[in-house]
């Protein structure tokens, strides 16, 4: 009879273990869940952030009348940088469980694309007349 209930205890202790243990197997999913939605918001925040210094940067560029090519093209590296992120970012939201809803932004992207190549065509047209004028100049003397 002992032998019994002590198996019906260690029975009944096994099951309330097992439930346990699956409520904070619960609880970790959760917020391992919850660490990944912050992780992208955040991540969201330091894209914004940057492309905001990237646009100063840029406004910055086209009223120093001495900029150069290498200037811009060195924007251009950073925003393509940022695009990668932006990837890696969309990647990593369809991994959650319940994905957030990113603004989509594939038209800007190709906006800005498209307004920094102009730029860097705009100055290299800039270095090739200022240079012609040094060599007119040049000619002159």
């Known amino acids: 009879m002992a032998d019994k209930l002590n198996k019906e205890d260690l029975v009944k202790k096994a099951k309330e273990l097992a439930q346990q243990n699956k409520q904070q197997q619960r609880s970790l999913e959760k917020t391992l869940e919850l660490v990944k939605r912050f992780y992208v918001e955040q991540k969201t925040m330091q894209i914004a952030n940057k492309i905001d210094e990237l ?23 950073e925003f393509n940088a940022i695009k990668k992120e932006l990837e890696e970012l969309n990647k990593d939201n369809e991994k959650l469980k319940d994905p957030m809803e990113l603004p989509d932004v594939e038209d800007e992207k ?25 060599r007119s100049n040049h000619r002159k003397k």
């Not at 800005?112 to 040094?134: F, G, R, T």
Request: glycine share 0%; proline share 2%.
């Open 55 to 77: 646009a100063k940067k840029q406004e910055a560029l086209e009223k120093n009348p001495e900029a150069n090519i290498e200037a811009q093209k060195e924007i251009k590296k």
């Open 110 to 134: 190709e906006d800005v694309d498209n307004e920094l190549n102009k730029s860097e065509e705009n100055l290299k047209n800039n270095n090739k007349k200022e240079a012609k004028k040094a």
